[in-house]
């Protein structure tokens, strides 16, 4: 392999143990409580080693944020000519904001604790997240119109829905407690999961 190749490959994985590690340092103590050694000792790196590859903290903190809302607008899919119907798009957008809630905690809480104590950070990131809810709480009110659905708010839909599943991510532990089995439990996951399905598609009257 070409030693430049080699040089670009080994800095991006690096970069990608620093975000990790400013993934779960940030979800544990949020943007204030975070420190930069924390996050290089937990990237296995020393602190002069990790300020080599990034800006500052509050740059990686927005790669964090941006992490988030980059993944979260690539969900919710609807395209009627090619079938998708409510059942079937709300199915598919569940068991995704689910499988991410259990499968990437750290970050739906960094969300959660800066929402907490704030919002300072998410000024420049609230336009794009409300215009991309509106468009999906459109849709879903043109499903009211076309009564494919019973009469309700896309936006208050929406949010019952992150309500739901976010749930997973921010209070596991409780969750836990009271089934007696992680949330990643393989068999447990599913009847979380289904159950969730069953009760938003009920819900909004899709089935009986």
Known sequence: MDKKVMAK???EQIKEKILQAAIIEFSLHGFTGASTQ???ARAGLKKSQLHYYIEDKES???QVL???????DALFEYAPERGDTPEKTLTQYITEKFEFAVNYPELSRVFTM????????????WDRAMGSALVKAEIINSWVNDNKIRQLDGRLFLMN?????QYYADYAL???NLLKKPVSDPEQKAAIQQEL???VLKGCGVTD
Do not use: K
Not at 66 to 72: A, G, H, L
């Open 197 to 199: 399905i069953t009760f």
């Open 174 to 176: 409780q969750a836990e």
């Open 9 to 11: 490959s080994n800095r």
């Open 161 to 165: 829905i992150w309500a739901l599943t």
């Open 66 to 72: 941006m992490t988030i809302f980059s993944t979260w």
């Open 38 to 40: 924390g996050i290089a």
């Open 60 to 62: 990686l903190y927005h």
């Open 114 to 125: 800066e929402v907490m104590g704030g919002g300072r950070f998410l000024e420049s990131y």
